[in-house]
């Protein structure tokens, strides 16, 4: 059954579209030399900068997009490096995450658990039940969907529970709008050849089908933007989903050589966050930069319905 969180008012003006912020791959490991007693270098860990857009934003939902502390997601390392970053109590109550590969990881890093054990038990009930990770929730005229795609530990097959979930609280939903986040991106771009994640394709064909507007995702340390993709990767200007790669919340910046047919943005230059206005039928965008720099915006409208 979905999990639906009743968040908190607008901290903008009341009668405005609510505004949530999203990146991934955010703090250091704290034994990583650049983390640098929390301020970072210029090139890594910079982690506390964008936590700063975050307490400046006045956003309705914070959304981070997995590999959220480095190495392994151990406890010490989320009290000593995201929590003084992302983790001030005003971020932490709106905050909505998943989980990434770095969260499972137990060795390598500082206090590694099992099983993302130190991320389950530091956002508590906002990640949803432990071994899952998945839940859903609304904002307006949005419906919100939490993915783990670490599909090694976690199922992401085709009828396996995660799936069937997905398409259930797709099948229920009945707002016009649809949003879906998860770590691992279908499509990249990649070292040699642009990249495809079969592993996720399942969650993506669901959508797909129901006409979701937007995934996102993290994984890759650059900002990446799609065109509207179909089921299969190709572009569908009329009825396909919009992707967007946000891994730019920290640690540090690399793109692939070789971009995805479909891609329309990429930078691998500022770290920051994507902040999106979740209008009734439609939505903006803006990945604004630690300087204040807007360095992509766009619109568009949400589809007519769901299937």
């Known amino acids: 059954m979905a999990t639906v969180w009743i968040l908190p008012p607008d901290a903008a003006i009341a009668g405005s579209a609510p505004v949530i912020a999203a990146a991934g791959d955010i703090a250091c490991d704290p034994a990583n030399p650049a983390f640098n007693n929390g301020k970072g270098t210029r090139s890594e860990c910079r982690q506390r900068y964008t936590g700063n857009m975050l307490e400046r934003g006045g956003f309705r939902a914070v959304l981070p997009l997995g590999d ?31 989980p990434g590969n770095h969260e499972y990881q137990n060795s390598g890093g500082t206090d590694c658990g099992k099983n993302a054990s130190a991320y389950f038990s530091y956002f508590g009930s906002a990640a949803a039940e432990p071994g899952k990770g998945w839940y859903s ?17 976690i199922s992401c097959v085709e009828g396996g529970p995660q799936e069937q979930w997905l398409a259930n609280d797709l099948e229920r939903n009945s707002r016009r709008c649809t949003l879906a986040y998860f770590h691992h991106p279908a499509f990249s771009a990649g070292a040699t050849s642009p990249s495809m994640n079969p592993l996720v394709l399942p969650f993506w064909r669901d959508l797909y ?3 979701a507007e937007l995934v996102l995702n993290g994984h890759k340390h650059n900002y990446q933007r799609m065109k509207k993709l179909d089921a299969t990767g190709s572009p569908d200007k009329v009825r396909g989903i919009r992707q967007f790669i946000v891994g730019t919340g920290g640690s540090d910046l690399s793109l692939g050589n070789t971009p995805y047919p479909g891609t329309q943005v990429s930078d691998d230059d500022h770290f920051g966050i994507l902040k999106l ?8 965008w803006r990945f604004v930069a630690l300087s204040g720099q807007i360095v992509d915006q766009g619109s568009e409208d949400c589809l007519a319905g769901h299937s």
Do not use: M
Request: hydrophobic share 35%; charged share 15%; proline share 5%.
């Open 277 to 284: 206005t979740l209008r009734q039928a439609s939505y903006k």
């Open 209 to 211: 089908q129901a006409r």
């Open 68 to 98: 959220i502390q480095y190495e392994c997601g151990g406890a010490a390392a989320f009290n000593q490096s995201y929590d003084p970053a992302w983790g001030a109590p005003a971020v932490k109550t709106i905050t909505r995450p998943v």
């Open 137 to 153: 929730y609304n904002i307006g005229s949005w419906h919100l969907i939490a993915l783990n795609s670490n599909c090694a530990r």
